[in-house]
């Protein structure tokens, strides 16, 4: 069978299903979960795998999540695609529930996508026809939110690592991955789809200022307020603006989570959460020795302590042109022109998927459909075809020039690659921010 023909086959497939592609991420869409709390959008995958597919899942591959394996038997390379499961806080959406949370995140779009490039590969039977594995993973906790929770996890032993991606690798699920992709939805106005974005890196905080407690009213001089050493400390850090490099573009923005017990008592439990973003490892190192010398110093110019705990965060997201040029062919298969495309995307938020992108080949589009920025109120899906099935025909059929053919296509990109990090050294770095520092 010719590449032409298998690409038709997908691509029918994938139409001829639409129904309950659409109905997949409709219903996680209406179900959001934070996460490593993913427990039935989990099910949902798993049960339409299992249902829909007739493939067998593994479950709570990092305390929740899900993988499903075609051709395991096949000698050739490994692709690996992607969909994240949790939901991002937005309280003010209309859509969101009881807790707060939505998929104003878009990742009820990605699951569905990745649900749909595995319907047009094995409905069709196409998968067959590939020189080599394919494995579609459920990935959890993308957003880095409710540290206070994910800690507990760590602290129980279900989890090390914040970030779903940064566990998975830690648990082995990309030992054997030689390629992986995945995708996010974007408002990209009058375009179709963004293609080869690089992004931030960062490193958490969770930091905490000890005073003094004392009488507000009758004895403040006798307390050592640690509200004020933290005020002091977010200024200490506008301080330091001008010392980083425009290029390295960093971001420092924290929120006050604790700011005291009660008003007529002299805060001495402050506590603060925080990320220091920038464009590489070693400008995010630099920024974040610069923001814990300012966060020290506001807690010395009161008399406060302070403890400052390390979280590791996620690596910038890397662009493989490689990879790209492969997805690019793709694009034009399925109508899109050279106006439809904006080429590349300078992102100052941050991916999980960027730590991947560090060890293996990458692809990360950012797909059209939605309009309103995310983790908005004004965050919504314009076009549920279009955000659903487009990027679901783009994934499954990369994957067949990736796999056709002996695999020529991938051989060539994995003989021509060389990561950033082993995973050995990748680790490693992590062990490095995972820290306390006390003052």
Do not use: W
Not at 207 to 212: A, D, Q
Not at 217 to 229: C, D, K, T, V
Not at 241 to 254: G, I, L, S, W
């Amino acid at each position: 069978m010719t590449r032409e023909e298998l690409k038709e086959r997908v691509v029918k497939a994938i139409e001829d299903n639409k129904d309950i592609i659409i109905a997949a991420g409709r219903k996680i869409y209406h179900n959001p979960e934070f996460g490593y709390k993913e427990f039935e959008t989990t099910k949902t995958v798993s049960e339409f795998f299992k249902n829909e597919l007739n493939v067998e899942v593994e479950e709570k591959i990092a305390y929740t999540g899900c993988r499903a394996r075609i051709n395991a038997e096949k000698e050739g390379p490994k692709v690996a695609v992607l969909g994240e499961l949790d939901g991002i806080s937005c309280n003010e959406h209309c859509d969101s529930n009881e807790i707060g949370a939505s998929h104003t995140c878009g990742h009820n779009v990605q699951i569905a996508g990745m649900l749909g490039a595995a319907v047009g590969l094995i409905k069709s039977g196409v998968y067959k026809e590939l020189d080599g594995k394919i494995d579609f993973m459920a990935t959890p906790a993308e957003e880095f939110i409710e540290l206070a929770y994910r800690s507990k996890l760590k602290e129980e032993g279900h989890i090390k690592y914040f970030g779903g991606k940064q566990e998975l690798i830690r648990r082995g699920a990309f030992d054997d991955v030689n390629m992986a992709i995945m995708f996010h939805v974007l408002d990209t106005g009058d375009k179709k789809v963004l293609t080869g974005p690089v992004s931030n890196g960062f490193i958490g905080k969770e930091v905490k200022f000890i005073g003094k407690e004392a009488h507000a009213g009758s004895a403040p001089y006798e307390g050592i307020n640690a509200l004020n050493a933290a005020m002091l400390a977010i200024n200490n850090v506008h301080a330091q603006r001008e010392t980083f490099k425009e290029a390295d573009r960093v971001r420092f923005h924290p929120i006050i989570t604790k700011g005291g017990d009660i008003v007529n008592v002299v805060p001495a439990d402050v506590r603060m959460e925080s990320y220091v973003r920038a464009r590489t490892i070693e400008s995010m190192i630099d920024a974040n020795a610069k923001v814990n010398r300012a966060l020290m110093a506001g807690a010395m110019a009161v008399g406060a302590q302070i403890e400052i705990k390390e979280l590791p965060g996620y690596l910038p997201i890397l662009r493989h042109d490689n990879m790209e040029k492969v997805l690019r062919k793709n694009l034009e298969y399925i109508g899109l022109t050279e106006d439809d495309i904006i080429e590349g995307g300078d992102f100052t938020g941050s991916f999980d998927f960027g730590d991947v992108s560090h060890i293996i080949p990458t692809l990360h589009p950012m797909f059209g459909g939605v309009k309103g920025a995310l983790h908005t109120r004004d965050y919504k899906i314009a076009d549920e075809e279009y955000a659903y099935l487009a990027p679901a025909k783009a994934m499954a059929l990369t994957i067949v020039d990736l796999l056709f053919n002996g695999a020529e296509e991938g051989k060539e990109i994995l003989k021509n690659f060389k990561p950033t990090m082993t995973k050995e050294e990748y680790l490693a770095f992590m062990e490095s921010n995972d820290k306390t520092i006390k003052a």
